[in-house]
């Protein structure tokens, strides 16, 4: 068998083949399974006919007065409609006054729901005495409006507010005032705190420190932030009428390198948060936090001044 006669039967059985499976439908299945299929989604059409549309009263401009005024006008018709049906017969008196009846409520229903519009607080004017004493007001005593389910303490945050004399043990959003280290707002652990004691907002939080020159968020910290981050003790803040926070003493120059080491202040500073180094602080001998990244900056600028003067020896030779 040669060459040529393999090729012709080899030829002849392709051509049996596909004759067979175009006979038994399988070409035409393989072809439309090829074939990419487009995916249409299916349209729904949205009818907005169906429920009423809601619209604020600052759009439509309502007010009570208007609405009340609309109420007296319906109410007035009715009556006098409820007059003449009277009038005619006694039954149609009596169902007359029924729709009267039933406008008069349903207008009165309209009314109340036409309320005026709210308006924050911060947008309600206050008066120039209110104004001066919110300027007044330390950082550690600020100003809060309170409802008497605020005032009220249960016995057991009362119990257990002392537990902790450092950061407090008992959250409060209302009346605790929040640290600018740890962020906690919490009621602090002294006991003769009328504040967190007595919930009196015009007296200050002897748990909380408050700078004198800026009376600002920066300057409060709790007990234990203010010994392990700049080892100072709360009692000595107390009695220092003049203590200034780390924002204040590196703005007037007293100490450059004295600054705030709060992860908020040392991302602004492009620096990296110390995280919980009371530890290593210890390991190191330094009083604080503060201390350590004291050192660590005079040493900075004593390498970059040691640097500064190699490049300009360089440049003068």
């Known amino acids: 068998m040669g060459k040529c006669d393999y090729e012709a039967a080899r030829k002849a059985r392709m051509l049996e083949n596909q004759a067979r499976l175009e006979s038994l439908g399988v070409l035409n299945t393989i072809s439309k399974l090829r074939e990419p299929k487009k995916h249409h989604r299916p349209y729904r059409k949205t009818l907005y006919a169906l429920t009423p549309l809601r619209r604020s009263l600052r759009i439509n401009h309502a007010t009570a007065s208007a609405a009340a005024a609309a109420a007296a006008a319906t109410a007035a018709a009715a ?34 729901n036409h309320l005026p519009p709210r308006r924050s607080r911060r947008l309600t004017p206050s008066s120039p005495k209110q104004e001066k004493d919110k300027r007044k007001r330390p950082a550690n005593a600020p100003l809060v409006e ?29 009346l605790g005032i929040c640290c600018h280290f740890c962020r906690q707002k919490k009621l602090c652990g002294e006991e003769d705190c009328k504040r967190c004691g007595n919930c009196d907002v015009n007296e200050p939080c002897l748990g909380k420190t408050d700078c004198s020159v800026c009376h600002s968020s920066t300057g409060v910290f709790c007990r234990a932030c203010l010994k392990i981050r700049y080892g100072e003790e709360i009692e000595a803040v107390r009695e220092n009428k003049g203590w200034m926070c780390p924002h204040c003493i ?43 990244l004291m050192e660590e900056l005079k040493r900075g600028k004593k390498v970059k001044k040691i640097r500064d003067s190699h490049v300009r020896s360089r440049c003068n030779q």
């Open 250 to 292: 590196e703005e007037k120059g007293i100490n450059p390198y004295w600054i705030c080491n709060s992860s908020i202040c040392l991302r602004k500073r492009k620096m990296p948060p110390t995280g919980i180094a009371v530890y290593k602080v210890r390991e190191m001998g330094y009083k604080s936090v503060a201390h350590l």
């Open 146 to 174: 309170l409802s008497d389910a605020d005032i009220e303490l249960s016995a057991e945050s009362s119990a257990w507010r002392c537990n902790s004399k450092g950061r407090g043990s008992v959250y409060n959003p209302v």
């Open 79 to 112: 009556a006098t409609a409820a007059a003449a049906a009277t009038a005619a017969a006694a039954a149609t008196a009596a169902t007359a006054s029924a729709a009267a009846t039933a406008s008069t409520a349903a207008t009165a229903a309209a009314a109340a």
